[in-house]
Nanobody, 126 residues
Framework: QVKVVESGGGLVQPGGSLTLSCTAS????????MHWYRQAPGKERELVGS????????????YHVDSVKDRFTISGENRKNTMYLRMTRLNQGDTAVYYC???????????????WGQGTQVTVSS
């Protein structure tokens, strides 16, 4: 079983910044991709961005959706199955629950996994 845990959410004023963290943990697994999603009240969950990892667990590529690419930065920590979301110039439209998703393979059984975290709340308000 692969567990995904997010952290770093909270209340921030408009124009402020916040960094979220996500870590996948477990035994005998390989992470191929990690993704940030967010879900605002009354809206569908949407992709914010992603990283892909190579066979050594190093970050190979990053992707940001166009709507946030000028304000948000996704990064990863090599060989730690850890991903970050640095958010700047936050506005009330960024208020949402932010979820981390990790996909890969459980090596012991050669079976794919698709694990989600519980989500972390980000509230932008004065």
């Amino acid at each position: 079983q692969v567990k995904v845990v997010e952290s770093g959410g909270g209340l921030v004023q408009p124009g402020g910044s916040l960094t979220l963290s996500c870590t996948a943990s477990g035994s005998h697994f390989t992470v191929n991709t990690m993704h940030w999603y967010r879900q605002a009240p009354g809206k569908e969950r949407e992709l914010v961005g992603s990283i892909t990892l190579n066979t050594f667990g190093d970050v190979a590529t990053t992707y940001h959706v166009d709507s946030v690419k000028d304000r948000f930065t996704i990064s990863g920590e090599n060989r730690k199955n850890t991903m970050y979301l640095r958010m700047t110039r936050l506005n009330q439209g960024d208020t949402a629950v932010y979820y981390c998703n990790a996909k890969g393979v459980v090596s012991l059984y050669v079976l794919p996994f698709d694990s989600w975290g519980q989500g972390t709340q980000v509230t932008v308000s004065s």
